[in-house]
């Protein structure tokens, strides 16, 4: 049920004897993804494949010099995966959808 802008409004006052109020009333929050790690291991393969095979290479759109240079750095241990996974997602999209 919602109350103005409140959601979950009955489950909050249910809660209010059970829990303390600053958690009920604080702002939600996301939960973050172990992404960088999945690129380093379960995803390796993939990722290096995908951003460095000849399809990826011929599109143009990435210098692929510099791609494996930052697939490298990361694989080393430096999270890079703000940049790997874009390139990813785009290169993947464009295999579906484009070629």
Do not use: C, Y
């Amino acid at each position: 049920k919602i109350k103005g802008f409140e959601t979950k409004h009955i489950l909050k006052d249910v809660a209010r004897s059970l829990v303390p109020a600053n958690l009920i009333d604080r702002p939600k929050m996301g939960f973050g993804i172990p992404r960088a790690e999945w690129l380093r291991t379960g995803m390796k393969e993939m990722v290096i494949d995908t951003l460095t095979d000849a399809t990826s290479t011929q599109r143009g759109w990435f210098d692929s010099v510099e791609i494996k240079k930052v697939i490298d750095i990361h694989m080393a241990g430096e999270d890079k995966d703000n940049l790997i996974w874009p390139m990813l997602m785009l290169e993947l999209w464009a295999r579906t959808w484009l070629d």
